[in-house]
């Protein structure tokens, strides 16, 4: 990324924005086609209940992921950018803006199911790994806290 690239960040319930189309789209490339992860996993019956962030360079829809309020914490989900966008720090700015927006709206925590080989990522936010590594639609996953 360069300094002129436009990037914008809509985080919105299921209805709003019509964001839901998009980060659907999102997650088909990188889980289904991309990862093998059965359509009926990654569509679980959860996302009309959830909060959806919708990350935008230059106008494409390139990255998402779910959060949902599981209580005083909020469950961090469905992290997802495409291919050709990776390695250019957009899921960095996307786990941002989710912390601010828990931290705005009174989480006392957050979890993630994060895959195995991004474990050493999300420590770099403070998470911590909690209990053994367990499969998740055929990928080694660890479950993830931080305190806020």
Do not use: W
Not at 50 to 61: M, Q
């Amino acid at each position: 990324m360069n300094g002129s690239d436009t990037i914008t960040i809509i985080i919105a319930d299921s209805e709003a924005e019509g964001i839901l189309d998009s980060v659907l789209k999102i997650r088909h490339e990188v889980f289904i086609k991309g990862q093998n992860v059965p359509a009926e996993r990654d569509i679980d019956g959860l996302d009309d209940s959830s909060t959806h962030v919708l990350l935008k360079h230059e106008g494409e829809d390139v990255a998402c992921a779910r959060i949902r309020n599981d209580g005083s914490t909020f469950k961090i989900e469905r992290l997802a950018v495409l291919d050709r966008f990776r390695g250019l720090g957009l899921s960095r700015l996307l786990m941002i803006k989710i912390l601010g927006y828990g931290s705005q709206h009174g989480a006392a925590g957050f979890k993630i199911h994060a895959q195995k080989y991004l474990e050493n990522y999300y420590r770099t936010f403070g998470f911590e790994s909690y209990g053994d590594y367990f499969m998740d639609a055929g990928i080694e996953h660890i479950e993830m806290t931080m305190k806020n």
